[in-house]
T-cell receptor
């Protein structure tokens, strides 16, 4: 059973609009959760890291939230730009040697 | 500081052949991990090396192997290639051993096509 579920699988938004990506996980125990951005033809790049005690963290126009009780995280993109077109991957760490990857959400920003 | 470098960027092989991919980590990073990425499966962990020792291994057949050299550079080898091995192979480095807490710094991958 996939321990990290991301939704939606893909979405299309107009430039300047906001969008929210979801990540639900069943990984236990929980160590941290990272959101990565992967541009086409490139490797993933870390956007944010959330630990158990953190609820919200921002990185420019990207804001991640974490609800450790419901095991849900979201990534909100504000005032989207064409450069936000990418795949966004949620990665949850359990123990030191266990990472669980979501399948990713593909975001397409249209002018 | 230079990022993670993977070579080659693209590779086309025939079924039954073997292939070797190379990864040079960020200077000072001693942990290198490898991942397979396909549209259907997403990112899947292959193995991780630290100080020339394999520290962790994913659920892949023995045809997939790797090694790390004393300068932290790593290679991954796939023998007896199958069509299903076609994928983007990503290497990531980090300063600490293990896979949690520190961010993984990924290379841009090697796109392997098996025909």
């Amino acid at each position: 059973k996939n321990q990290v579920e991301q939704s939606p699988q893909s979405l299309i938004i107009l430039e300047g609009k906001n969008c929210t990506l979801q990540c639900n996980y069943t990984v236990s125990p929980f160590s941290n959760l990272r959101w990565y951005k992967q541009d086409t033809g490139r490797g993933p790049v870390s956007l944010t890291i959330m630990t158990f005690s953190e609820n919200t963290k921002s990185n420019g126009r990207y804001t991640a939230t974490l609800d450790a009780d419901t095991k849900q995280s979201s990534l909100h993109i504000t005032a989207s730009q064409l450069s936000d077109s990418a795949s966004y991957i949620c990665v949850v760490s359990a123990t030191r040697y266990k990472l669980s990857f979501g399948a990713g959400t593909t975001v397409t920003v249209r002018a | 500081k230079a990022g993670v470098t993977q070579t080659p960027r693209y590779l086309i092989k025939t079924r039954g052949q073997q292939v070797t991919l190379s990864c040079s980590p960020i200077s000072g990073h001693r942990s290198v991990s490898w991942y397979q990425q396909t549209p259907g499966q997403g990112l899947q962990f292959l193995f991780e090396y630290f100080s020339e020792t394999q520290r962790n291994k994913g659920n892949f057949p023995g045809r997939f192997s790797g090694r790390q050299f004393s300068n932290s550079r790593s290679e991954m080898n796939v023998s007896t290639l199958e069509l299903g091995d076609s994928a983007l192979y990503l290497c990531a480095s980090s300063f600490y051993p293990g896979l949690t807490a520190p961010a993984l710094h990924f290379g841009n991958g090697t796109r392997l096509t098996v025909t």
